[in-house]
Nanobody
Framework: QVQLVESGGGLVQPGGSLRLSCAAS????????MGWYRQAPGKQRELVAT???????TYADSVKGRVTISRDNAKNTVYLQMNSLKPEDTAVYYC???????????????WGPGTQVTVSS
């Protein structure tokens, strides 16, 4: 009943910026923590940033100072503003959310299908 859909990925030159969005839809009682992960070809999926329902944020050291995670609770949406992008930021970016939903109104983890970010000149 719940799905996450990412948007905003694309091709950008080194030093450029992108803003990713992830919107959750379906039967939702509450969204707890949300986060962004990324996976480059041949590499392990890694955490980029997280944000709690109260707005507390954490960032991976590799992106700290260059990215900002935020959320709009009324829209069930989380954003990732990325600046000063580097070629090593190239990856598929995935949205994850812990959501209270059926069955049983327990908390389940949901993942979006991912959006490609390519940083290249």
């Amino acid at each position: 009943q719940v799905q996450l859909v990412e948007s905003g990925g694309g091709l950008v030159q080194p030093g450029g910026s992108l803003r990713l969005s992830c919107a959750a839809s379906g039967t939702i009682f509450n969204i707890n923590a949300m986060g962004w992960y990324r996976q480059a070809p041949g590499k392990q999926r890694e955490l980029v940033a997280t944000i709690t329902s109260g707005g507390r944020t954490t960032y991976a050291d590799s992106v700290k100072g260059r990215v900002t995670i935020s959320r709009d609770n009324a829209k069930n949406t989380v954003y990732l503003q990325m600046n000063s992008l580097k070629p090593e930021d190239t990856a598929v970016y995935y949205c994850k959310a812990a959501i209270a939903s059926p069955p049983g109104w327990g908390v389940y983890d949901y993942w979006g299908p991912g959006t490609q970010v390519t940083v290249s000149s």
